[in-house]
C-alpha cells in the first residue's frame, strides 16, 4: 500500500480505545479484529452478566442504587430491541460487550459508563462463554434424552424380532433389533454424563477477574457468581480470563457424541439398503434421485454420518489455536467462539434428525429373518452345549462345531437343516436335545445374563433405562 492510501484509509480514533490512539484502525484491522458478526450469538448471556455486575457493583457502593437501576432498565431495554430485530449491530464497535454498552449509553447517558467498573473484556467474554455453553449443555442433555426416549420405545416394541448380530459386519450370533438399539441408549446415556461433568467443572465464574490480575476495587465475586447460578469464582484471575479448556472439553465430548450417532446413521443406511432390507424409512427422512426414479435414499442418515467430520475439526481448531498460547490473554482467543457455535449447531441438528429417523423408521422382520439363514449364527449356542450338556472341553467343541460348520456349507444348508445321522458322524454323543438347542429363537432366549439379548432381558433393562435416564 502506498503512502497515499495509508493516509486515505486512516480514520478517526476508535471510540473503544481511542484515548490511547489518535488515529482509527484500517478497514483490513477492523474486518480481522471484530467478532460481532458470530459473538452476537450470546447478547442473552451478555446482558445477563452485566445485570449481575451492575447489582454487586451495588451492593459493595461502588455505584449507586440510582445507576444500578437505570443500567438494569437500559439493558432490558436493549435486549427486547435485540430480539424484537431493531437493534443495529456495529463492526466498528467490534463486539457484542460494546455494541450493547454503546447502545446503554445512548439510552441511559452517564450511569452506562460506570458499568464496566473492576471487570474487563476478557473477564466478561469469558463469562458469557460459559453462560452460553452452559445453556446449551442443558439443551443438548434435553435433546439427547428424547432420542433415548425414541430408542427405547422402538426397543421395547421389537424386543423380540430376531435379527442377526454382527462382528467385521459378518453374521457372528442371533439376535434381537430391540437389543441392538438398546446399545445406542447406553451409549447416549455415557453422552449425557460426559456433558453432565463438562457443565460441573465449567460452573465457575471468570467475571471480577477483570483484564488478569483482578482489581482494586472491593468487588464481591461470590455474589456475581451466584447471581449468575454459578457455584463459585473461580480462584486465579489469571486462570479465569485465559482458559478455554472448558470448551475444548466440550468440542471433545461433543465430537464423541456425534461419533456415536454416526455410527447408528451408518447402520440405519446399511439396513435401509436392498441388500438389507431391515428396516424402512418414509419419504420424511428420504430423498430422491434427479435422474432414477425409483431411488429412495437415505439423506438425512448419510448427512448425520458426516457430521463427526466438522466437529472433530472443530475440537482440532481450538486445540491448536489454544496449543503454545503463553498466559494470559491473547488476541488469539477470538478464535475460540465459532468452532463451540459450529458444533452446537452441527450436534444439535444430528440429535434432532436422528430422533425423528428413530421415530420414523420401520423394522422389517421378515428380512431380518431371512439373513439369519445364512453365516451360521447359532454355531456358538452348538459349542456352548456341548461343553455343557456333554462335558467336552470348549477347545474341542470348537472344533467339532467347525467340523459341523463346513458339513454344512459343503450341504448349502443351515446348521439346524442338517440330520441328527449326519452330526452324529462327527460327534456321536449327540442326541436329538441339539435340534432345538439349535433354533434360533432358543439361542436368543438361553443368553439371560445381565444386558443379554434375550428378550426378557432386553425388556428388563429397557425398564431400568426408562427409571435411570428418563425420570
Known amino acids: 500500500m502506498t503512502r497515499r492510501n495509508e493516509q486515505k484509509d486512516k480514520k478517526s480514533a476508535s ?12 478497514q483490513l484491522m477492523q474486518d480481522i479484529n471484530a467478532s460481532i458478526g458470530y459473538d452476537k450469538t450470546f447478547y442473552r448471556q451478555d446482558i445477563a452478566g452485566s445485570i449481575a455486575h451492575a447489582t454487586m457493583l451495588a451492593t459493595q457502593h461502588i455505584i449507586s442504587q440510582t ?3 437505570a443500567i438494569i432498565s437500559g439493558l432490558k431495554q436493549i435486549e427486547a430491541e435485540i430480539e424484537s430485530g431493531n437493534f443495529t449491530f456495529s463492526t466498528e464497535l467490534e463486539d457484542i460487550h460494546m455494541n450493547i454498552e454503546t447502545r446503554l449509553v445512548e439510552l441511559i447517558g452517564e450511569p452506562a459508563k460506570r458499568l464496566h467498573t473492576g471487570r474487563s473484556r476478557n473477564d466478561q467474554v469469558a463469562t458469557d462463554l460459559r453462560l452460553w455453553l452452559r445453556d446449551s449443555l442443558h439443551n443438548l442433555d434435553a435433546m439427547l434424552a428424547a432420542l433415548q426416549s425414541a430408542l427405547l420405545d422402538k426397543a421395547e416394541a421389537y424386543a423380540d424380532v430376531l435379527m442377526p448380530g454382527f462382528t467385521h459386519l459378518q453374521t457372528a450370533q442371533p439376535i ?35 483484564a488478569l490480575a483482578g482489581t482494586s476495587y472491593p468487588i464481591d465475586r461470590h455474589l456475581s457468581a451466584k447471581l449468575m447460578g454459578f457455584d463459585r469464582p473461580m480462584a486465579n484471575a489469571m486462570d479465569a480470563v485465559s482458559s478455554r479448556d472448558f470448551a475444548i472439553e466440550f468440542l471433545a465430548d461433543a465430537s464423541i457424541c456425534a461419533t456415536h450417532l454416526s455410527r447408528l446413521a451408518e447402520e440405519i443406511v446399511i439396513w435401509s439398503t436392498d441388500r438389507f432390507r431391515f428396516i424402512s424409512l418414509s419419504d420424511a427422512f428420504t430423498t430422491g434421485s434427479s435422474i432414477m426414479p425409483q431411488k429412495r435414499n437415505p439423506d438425512a442418515a448419510e448427512l448425520v454420518r458426516a457430521k463427526p467430520g466438522r466437529i472433530i475439526g472443530d475440537l482440532v481448531s481450538l486445540l491448536t489455536v489454544i496449543k503454545g498460547l503463553p ?18 449447531a452441527s450436534l444439535s441438528i444430528a440429535i434432532a434428525a436422528m430422533t425423528g429417523m428413530i421415530e420414523d423408521m420401520t423394522a422389517q422382520p421378515e428380512p431380518m429373518r431371512r439373513a439369519l439363514e445364512k453365516g451360521h449364527p447359532n454355531a456358538t449356542d452348538l459349542a456352548d452345549y456341548l461343553v455343557s450338556a456333554l462335558n467336552i472341553p470348549f477347545r474341542d467343541a470348537h ?35 441339539v435340534l432345538d438347542i439349535l433354533r434360533l429363537e432358543h439361542a436368543v432366549a438361553a443368553r439371560t445374563s445381565f444386558g443379554g439379548t434375550a428378550p426378557d432381558e432386553v425388556r428388563k433393562r429397557i425398564a431400568d433405562a426408562r427409571k435411570q435416564y428418563l425420570s
Open 15 to 26: 471510540p473503544i480505545w481511542g484515548g490511547r490512539f489518535s488515529g482509527g484502525p484500517s
Open 67 to 69: 445507576d444500578k437501576e
Open 176 to 210: 434381537t433389533f430391540g437389543f441392538h438399539l438398546m446399545a445406542y441408549v447406553e451409549m447416549l446415556a455415557r453422552d449425557r454424563s460426559r456433558f453432565v461433568d463438562c457443565c460441573r467443572r465449567m460452573n465457575e465464574s471468570p467475571l471480577g477477574a477483570a
Open 327 to 344: 498466559l494470559a490473554y491473547g488476541k488469539d482467543m477470538q478464535e475460540d467462539k465459532e468452532p463451540v457455535f459450529d458444533a452446537e
Open 399 to 433: 472344533h467339532i462345531t467347525g467340523q459341523l460348520v463346513a458339513m454344512a456349507d459343503k450341504k448349502d444348508c443351515a446348521l439346524e437343516q442338517l440330520e441328527l445321522e449326519e452330526m452324529q458322524i462327527i460327534e456321536p454323543a449327540l442326541t436329538a436335545e
